[in-house]
Each structure stands twice: as C-alpha cells, then as structure tokens.
C-alpha cells in the first residue's frame, strides 16, 4: 500500500478489487466460438485426410484440395498429377508434400496466433481480462521462436496456391472434354478465396512495399502495397473464409465422388 506521504498530491490509492475483471459483457464468447471452430475443422479436415477415398472425380477431373498434390501410391493415376513418390503407408496422407507447409503457415500467421493464444492458451482472453499464466515470454523460447519462420511458409503458400489453380484449371478438362459445372465454379471460388488469404498475410505486404523509402520512386509497387494493404484489412475475415471454402470444396468433391449427389453441370 502506497503510504500518504509518498503518494502523489492528489492521487488516489488503487482499489483493492477482488474480481478477476469488471467487465460485464460476454468477453468469453469470442474466444469460445474460437476454440469450437477451429476445433471442428482440424477434426473434420483430420477425418479426411486419412480416409484416403473420395478424393478424385474421374468424369470431371474434381480434385479436392485436401489431396493436392496426389503423391502416394494410392493415388488414382488420374490424380497424381506430379507423380507418385511416396508409399502407401496409411500413416502418410495423400498431400504428404504440401499439408505441414499449410498448417504451418496458418500457425505462424499474424491472426491466427492472436486467435490460438487468446482462445486455447487464455493468453489474454480479452481486454481486460486477466492472462491465465503466471509469467510471460513473449515469442522467445521454443517452440514460439519459430514463429519467425512465418515469412518462408508465405513462399510455400504461394507455391500451393499454383498449384491448387493448376487444379482449378484442369477440372474444366474431362474426358469428355471442355465442361463446366457446379463443381468448377466452387473450385474457383475456393482458389480466388485461398489467394485474397495468401497475399494478404503480413509477410506479403512488407515483401511488396515494407522497405521503400519513397512512394513516388516506386509507381506500380505502391499500387500493388496499396491493394495488399486493403486486403491486410480483411486477414481475419479471410482466415475464416478460406477454412469454409476448403471444407466446403473438399466435401462437394467427396460427395460427387461417393455417388451421393450428381454433379450439376451447365456445359458438357
């Protein structure tokens, strides 16, 4: 306690407040709606990746981004547009190459580490609100140093993201031939949506414009910094946007590929 004589003329002691906050909104929702989507979505995305079926629509060339690129064994020849390199081992998934680089860039992104630290880690949970830990060391110890790798995850996105256009573009190519159905359009949806999240990272504008010195110099990379800085804007709402148009696609793609649903086509 602050003594009267050292205490600033006109001060007052601080309250003794026994509650862990004064906030009396619902400050616990975000972060629980938080935990329960990304929760469902690791666990379906999860369930996916190892049922090794219902990847691939032969009649239209549909492939889901869950098992892009195709590179075991498994893989329908059809499919593996790269090869297939790696065994059939039930352990590895069919995208053994591209999901770690996927999950670790959304872990090291800006968002989704407030997102994760504020929801599962209580680290805090909101304004206000008390941290659930006792200490703190901010991103200095392992295994949070690596969030530093964030950038060089960025590169592998963006090589994923062609690839998954690559995909895209192939499915207007059947046996059959040119088609187009309601498949491609959620395909192109889901890559347009991919790559409005990828260069919208924080990594991506500072690679765009974070070292210039002069605006003026510098025209066309002044457009490009400004375009990806309105999308910047919007990182968070695309986070979210991203996962639904991945599982969205990648469950049209099963249930065309189940024989569950035809597949509505508009040409061919």
């Not at 659930?132 to 901010?138: A, L, V």
């Not at 690839?163 to 395909?187: E, Y």
Request: charged fraction near 15%; hydrophobic fraction near 45%.
């Amino acid at each position: 306690m602050t003594s009267t004589a050292t205490r600033p003329r006109g001060a007052r002691a601080r309250a003794a407040i026994a509650a862990k906050t004064l906030r009396t909104d619902r400050w616990w929702f975000a972060p629980l709606i938080t935990v329960v989507g990304l929760t469902a979505w690791v666990a379906y995305a999860t369930v996916r990746v190892y049922l090794h079926n219902w990847y691939w629509v032969e009649d239209f060339h549909y492939l889901t981004p869950f098992y892009s690129p195709c590179i075991t064994d498994r893989c329908v020849e059809g499919a593996a547009h790269f090869g297939r390199i790696l065994p059939d081992w039930w352990i590895i998934p069919e995208a053994a190459f591209t999901l770690p680089f996927l999950l670790l860039f959304r872990l090291t992104c800006y968002y989704y580490r407030k997102a994760y630290y504020r929801s599962f880690w209580l680290s805090p949970p909101a304004c206000a609100v008390p941290d659930g830990h006792q200490t703190y060391s901010g991103e200095t110890r392992f295994p949070l140093l690596g969030q530093n790798l964030h950038r060089y995850f960025f590169y592998a996105a963006v090589i994923i993201s062609l690839i998954n256009s690559w995909d895209a573009v192939l499915a207007f190519h059947s046996p059959k031939g040119f088609g187009f159905g309601l498949g491609n359009l959620i395909l192109i949806g889901n890559v347009v949506m991919l790559w409005a999240y990828t260069i919208s990272c924080h990594s991506c504008r500072h690679i765009i414009g974070g070292r210039l010195k002069h605006f003026s110099k510098h025209p066309l990379r002044y457009r490009a910094w400004t375009f990806v800085s309105w999308l910047n804007v919007r990182h968070m709402q695309l986070a979210w946007i991203t996962l639904g148009t991945l599982a969205l696609t990648d469950f049209y793609v099963m249930a065309v590929a189940a024989d569950w649903i035809p597949d509505l086509r508009f040409i061919n």
